[in-house]
T-cell receptor, first 117, second 110 residues
């Protein structure tokens, strides 16, 4: 099946630093990628939709200035958590689907576990 | 009302048992439906799509009832390795962006 990678897999950082997470589709192109966050024992929550070549669309309650998304190519989207705080500690997952089938199966990255001290 | 609702469980079943999960969704215009499996601290992995006609993949059977707006997953002959959280996922009428249930936890015991 299609492969989506994320880097890094785990980050531990001090409060106030910024953290960049990369999401790559390895064997297909995706104009749209999605970023999710999962707190312990909670469901995945959609944070934003990353659109190649245009601005990301953020879900209600997600601060666009805090979670910067850049989708510079058809295979790469980045999420930057700016000035991270302990409450931002979470499991961040991206997903992407093949270019030709936006409503079909999404493939998930392995996730990035962020711990902010 | 949440868009996608699941019984969180946990479901504790012995090996070899048959177990069924249900999931309800609120948006009648929803387009696509999936079951994902998530192991502890790992990303969700697609288990199977859910079609109106119902579909089966080995020990797993998924069914969709549009009139009642629910999706089901049946697991036959449970294995220890089936222990995981099963997420019901629905794509709404926006055409993209998945809506996740909170997941149903399954523990298969020897």
């Amino acid at each position: 099946g299609a492969v989506v990678s994320q880097h890094p897999s785990r980050v531990i950082c001090k409060s106030g630093t910024s953290v960049k997470i990369e999401c790559r589709s390895l064997d297909f192109q995706a104009t749209t990628m999605f970023w999710y966050r999962q707190f312990p024992k909670q469901s995945l929550m959609l944070m934003a939709t990353s659109n190649e070549g245009s601005k990301a669309t953020y879900e209600q309650g997600v601060e666009k200035d805090k979670f910067l998304i850049n989708h510079a190519s058809l295979t790469l989207s980045t999420l930057t958590v700016t000035s991270a705080h302990p409450e931002d500690s979470s499991f961040y997952i991206c997903s992407a689907g093949p270019l030709s089938a936006v409503t079909d199966t999404q493939y998930f990255g392995p996730g990035t576990r962020l711990t902010v001290l | 009302r949440k868009e996608v609702e699941q019984d969180p469980g946990p479901f504790n079943v012995p090996e070899g048992a048959t177990v069924a999960f249900n999931c309800t969704y609120s948006n009648s215009a929803s387009q696509s439906f999936f079951w994902y499996r998530q192991d502890c601290r790992k990303e969700p992995k697609l288990l199977m799509s859910v079609y109106s006609s119902g579909n089966e993949d080995g020990r797993f059977t998924a069914q969709l009832n549009r009139a009642s707006q629910y999706i089901s997953l049946l697991i036959r002959d449970s294995k220890l390795s089936d222990s995981a959280t099963y997420l019901c996922v629905v794509i709404g009428n926006s055409g993209y962006a998945l809506n996740f249930g909170k997941g149903t936890s399954l523990l298969v015991t020897p």
